[in-house]
Nanobody, 118 residues
Framework: QVQLVESGGGLVQGGGSLRLSCVAS???????MSWYRQAPGKQRDLVAL???????NYPNSVKGRFTISRDNTKDTLYLQMNSLKPEDTAVYYC?????????????WGRGTQVTVSS
């Protein structure tokens, strides 16, 4: 069992920056790590992905503005968010995923609120 705890959310003006953190209770070096976000009444969407080998992927809506990274020695995932827009307002969730030995492991944090004012 891996527990994930997000932090770093808050209220920021458009054009500003925030850095989110996700601290894991276990070793994340073999996990694909992701950030998702969900606005009220909408589905949860992928924001950034990093495989355990370091490959990253971003949707066009955040590409060039958001950067995902990790520190495996600290079991911590980060999301640097720059040039924030009001449409970035959502609850941001940390995710860890792994397929090993015929089993799938999928863990979620509780989320952290990000609000971007106009």
């Amino acid at each position: 069992q891996v527990q994930l705890v997000e932090s770093g959310g808050g209220l920021v003006q458009g054009g500003g920056s925030l850095r989110l953190s996700c601290v894991a209770s276990g070793n994340i070096s073999e996990y694909a790590m992701s950030w998702y976000r969900q606005a009220p009444g909408k589905q949860r969407d992928l924001v950034a992905l990093q495989t355990h080998t370091g490959f990253t992927n971003y949707p066009n809506s955040v590409k060039g503005r958001f950067t995902i990274s990790r520190d495996n020695t600290k079991d911590t995932l980060y999301l640097q968010m720059n040039s924030l827009k009001p449409e970035d307002t959502a609850v941001y969730y940390c995710n860890a995923f792994r397929n090993t030995g015929g089993k799938s492991y999928n863990y979620w944090g509780r989320g952290t609120q990000v609000t971007v004012s106009s």
